[in-house]
């Protein structure tokens, strides 16, 4: 039987507070959802998926801390399950087509969770076109910084300047600030 968003949240929280028992049921409950959504994305690779399994559960036990506690779990688990995909794919070197992207950012069901699945391109529209194409270029799609300059017909040092200013203009604009 598959937790609910209730479930990995209390199982989270009480892990936090110090009850291993919480927290070891919590991975156990996290292994069938995470290998459900890396062998969605990963064909034929059972080995890859077992390996990002563990990679994840590591990431979230290391990283626990990092949770907030007013948040739904499930959306941040996944976050940390799709950064360990790109990590993957970037070991490996594979991209990936930009048609397969909204099954790959939206989290498996858990997104009314999180009130409203993320819309990237709704988002990147809301920052200066030069910054929101060396994101997509850079985070969305893979590319290198080098890749992506010579896309776009910049600098390498521009092309980091604006990932980074979008970015941080996108996080103020999540946290409220703008």
Same mark, same amino acid.
Do not use: C, N, Q, V
């Given at each position: 039987m598959q937790a609910?968003?209730?479930e990995l949240q209390r199982m989270m929280v009480g892990g936090l507070d110090g009850d291993a028992a919480a927290h070891r049921a919590l991975l156990r409950a996290l292994v069938p959802l995470?290998?459900?959504f890396f062998a969605r994305r990963l064909r034929d690779a059972d080995g890859e998926v077992d390996d990002l399994v563990q990679e994840t559960l590591?990431?979230?036990?290391?990283?626990?801390?990092?949770?907030?506690?007013?948040? =739904?779990?499930? =959306?941040?688990a996944f976050a940390v399950a799709r950064h360990?995909?790109?990590d993957h794919f970037r070991r490996h070197r594979q991209h990936l087509s930009i048609d397969g992207l909204d099954d790959i950012l939206v989290?498996?069901?858990f997104e009314a969770a999180s009130g409203a699945a993320m819309d990237v391109d709704h988002l990147l529209a809301t920052i200066p076109d030069k910054q929101a194409q060396?994101?997509?270029?850079?985070r969305v799609e893979g590319l290198s910084i080098v890749e992506a300059a010579e896309r776009r017909g910049m600098s390498e040092s521009d092309v980091k300047v604006s990932v980074h200013r979008g970015l941080r203009a996108l996080a103020a604009r999540l946290r409220g600030d703008l």
């Open positions: 609910s968003e209730d995470l290998r459900r590591m990431a979230i036990h290391t990283r626990r801390g990092t949770y907030d506690r007013t948040r =739904p779990f499930a =959306p941040w360990k995909m790109i989290t498996e069901g060396a994101i997509r270029d850079t």
